[in-house]
C-alpha cells in the first residue's frame, strides 16, 4: 500500500531517535480540497497518538496525510551540510523540501 523509501543518507541523517513525519493541510477555497504536505524530521516520542507507520520504514503520518500517501511511491533523501541537515522528497506537491 505505502511505498516509502529513505536513502542511505537520509537514514544516516536521521538520530536514533528520530522519525520522518508527513501532515497534510488544507488550503482550499470554498468547497475545494486542495492542500499541501508537510513533512519533518520528529523524535518519535513527540509523535501523535494518532500518528500511524507508514510502511517499514520510519516515516509516520496523520490520517489524512496517510489517506492521501496512499498508493505513492515517495523516495526521502538528505543532504547535510555541516550541522544542517536538509532532507528531500520527491513528491511534486511538496515543493520536494522536506524541513
Known amino acids: 500500500m505505502f511505498s ?4 542511505a543518507a537520509a537514514r ?3 538520530r ?5 513525519f508527513f501532515e497534510w493541510h488544507g488550503i482550499g477555497v470554498c468547497c475545494a480540497h486542495d492542500g499541501e504536505f508537510s513533512a519533518r524530521p520528529v523524535r518519535r516520542a513527540r509523535l ?11 516515516a509516520f503520518a ?7 500517501l496512499a ?3 515517495v523516495t ?11 532532507f528531500t522528497t520527491d513528491l511534486p506537491c ?5 524541513r
Do not use: F, S, Y
Not at 526521502?76 to 541537515?85: A, K, M, S, Y
Open 94 to 98: 511538496l515543493g520536494g523540501t522536506v
Open 71 to 73: 498508493g505513492h511511491a
Open 62 to 68: 496523520l490520517p489524512v496525510a496517510w489517506m492521501h
Open 16 to 20: 536514533p531517535d528520530e522519525v520522518i
Open 12 to 14: 544516516e541523517a536521521l
Open 48 to 58: 501523535p497518538r494518532r500518528a500511524r507507520q507508514l510502511g517499514d520504514d520510519p
Open 76 to 86: 526521502i533523501d538528505c543532504h547535510t551540510w555541516g550541522r544542517w541537515r536538509r
Open 4 to 7: 516509502i523509501t529513505l536513502t
